[in-house]
């Protein structure tokens, strides 16, 4: 839950980037981490295996310059996405306030990412939220391995398979090329502020 | 949704962490919930530290160690301290969702701190339930 605060002028608002384990979430981070590295005045903070896999999360502070008067921070994290870790995955959780589902378009994971989805249904429950309440964008990431014949998922059926019943706005991107990795960034970012705008006055 | 503390709040706690624990030799302290937001921070002017990674860091490690603790079967660990060479830092829980966390040379003992740890809480735990309850 974003934390107002009057003396400083600040809001703290938490942005999750949740799916499969592979799927390109530390990419993303990666990607806006290079890309904005003027305006990131800290590292980023990576927890992970020795096999550079995500083991409990990655954190990447932004901040986007005023909202009403407010100076807002936005708090990037991702989740490790593998099966084992989900009792990590619910804790980077805690507190969310908007949500960016990255798929892996890979034909190959087609089942992991909707028990990715279902699983995150299931964490936030655990907080008394609902994935149909709080802001969410899809992604459907590595989109750039169509040109080395490597077989994807087509968007109806990515669109079927995750959207059908969020009915959200959804990206092809590739976060290994930045391809949309900004505007799905951006997306999420306006819809957690028109969640919680009203109640800054 | 968000959440929010009144002007007079923050300025006590505030006030609370620089008279209880800066000025008694504490390097920096700052109060987080358990989302990994920062409610207030203090610090003795002499280091600056990137606090939001602290928070998050210290949020995710606290929750880690909870969850260890329902596992085992203990309630909660209602405190943590992480002892380094010259640098120290302890974690304190308030009612469910915040935590103070003070980081403390070896100036200081740790019964000291623990001391004044205790006194600070519960000025802030009055304050914060008197937020909850309106
Ligand atoms: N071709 C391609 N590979 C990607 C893309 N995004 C991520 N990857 C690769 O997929 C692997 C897993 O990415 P990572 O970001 O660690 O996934 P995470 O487990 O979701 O954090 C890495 O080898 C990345 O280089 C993409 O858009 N296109
Ligand atoms: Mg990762």
Known sequence: ?201 | MSYTLGQEQLDGIEEILQRDLIDVGVRCVFLIDMAGNIIANRDNGKIKHDVYSLAALAAGNFGAVSAMAKIIGEGEFSLLFHKGKKENIHFNKIITEFLLITIFSNDISLGFLRLKVNETVEKIKQILESVQAS
């Open chain 1, 1 to 201: 839950m974003a934390f107002v605060n009057p003396k400083k002028k600040e809001v703290q608002v938490k942005i999750v980037y949740y799916g499969p384990g592979r799927g390109g979430k530390t990419t993303n981070l990666e990607y806006i981490y290079q890309k904005f590295n003027n305006r990131i005045k800290t590292e980023m903070v990576t927890i992970k295996t020795h096999g550079d896999r995500t083991l409990f999360f990655d954190f990447l502070p932004f901040d986007i310059g005023k909202v009403n008067g407010y100076d807002v921070k936005i708090q990037l994290y991702t989740v490790p996405g593998q099966v084992k870790y989900n009792a990590t995955r619910r804790l980077v959780l805690r507190g969310v306030d908007g949500i960016v589902f990255v798929a892996d378009a890979m034909a190959v994971r087609r089942e992991k990412n909707i028990l990715s989805l279902k699983n995150l249904q299931e964490n936030l429950a655990n907080y008394k939220k609902s994935v149909f309440k709080v802001p969410i964008v899809l992604q459907y990431n590595k989109v750039d391995l169509a040109e080395q014949g490597i077989p994807l998922l087509p968007l109806e059926t990515l669109n079927k398979d995750l959207n059908s019943r969020l009915k959200t706005a959804s990206f092809p991107a590739s976060a290994l090329t930045g391809t949309n990795v900004v505007a799905t960034m951006k997306k999420i970012i306006s819809m957690t502020m028109a969640s919680i705008i009203n109640e800054l006055k």
